[in-house]
């Protein structure tokens, strides 16, 4: 009889949960980081949105896992900053670290450190290279990506002509490559003269450099630029009244951007698609942790837009996929 009612009593209780395990008990919580460079820009927010549609599927499907996911980083290009808060990271014990690394020395070592302390490592959107240490990298092909940029360009002016070439960073890998392969196809052409200038995250600055450039070379057929700088173009080419006259193309589906497609100021964008590039780092980190799967590098892609297909991109962009 005394059994029974131990029985009875141990029923009514796990019936009213006071001796079950909570699922907060067995669930593991993970923390993951974004950090990139320029962290401010608004070609991250579909990066960021990709990472956290990640999250929330792999939440949904495995009740054993919470994953949350964090983005942060300097305002602007700083690598000595972004090394620093990468350290922080690292310090504060997270899971995983999905980061950019624009320069291709900089952070060997801080990635060595997180690795050695347990945490994975996954480059994205800019690669320092192979040798530095991250377990992955997922980003656009970014030679390829500037050759493509080059031969649409080429499709838009001809083989003859003066064009400008703008860069934000002069030291940031990924545009040092998109700029090598710019120049790999139009070196191909002697009649195109092209001049490099310097511009600046700051969009100011860009609209300023790309006017200065157009006032002292009036017969200019074209401004391009191999980062999201590309938004100033429309501002200058309004400005100056050059619409059909000067062709404007360049990077990054930003909403100014976007805009410039819209109303005629800007012909072509290379789209490096960064909603892959923050979507499959968090699958790659969530089955390095699950299953010891080693995550893999990932193209993602170098798609053209432009008016032949700007209505259906800017309903994706309202919804912070593109």
Known sequence: ???KLLSLLLVALLAAGLLAPTAAAQVREME???ITHS???DFWIPLVKGAQDAAAMINAFDPTVKISVTH???SMFNVAEQVNIMENVIQAGVDGIISTLPDPTAFDEPVRRALEA?????????DAGPDNPRLAYVGQSDYDAGRTLARTLIDHIGTSGKVAI?????GHT???ERLRGVRSVLDEYPEIEYTILQTSPDLTIGAATFETYLIANPDAKAIISVDANTQSHGVVIRNLGLEGKVISG?????????????DGYTKFVIDQQPYVQGFYPVMALYLYHKYGIAPANMDSGSGIVGPHNIDMVIELAEQGYR
């Open 1 to 3: 009889m005394r059994g």
């Open 32 to 34: 993951f980081v974004i």
């Open 39 to 41: 962290a401010t820009i």
């Open 72 to 74: 942060t980083g300097p």
């Open 118 to 126: 347990g945490i994975p490592v996954i480059g994205t959107n800019a």
């Open 166 to 170: 703008g860069v934000e960073d002069l």
């Open 174 to 176: 990924s545009l040092a």
């Open 250 to 262: 360049g990077w990054d589906l930003v909403p100014t951007t976007i805009e410039n497609i819209k």
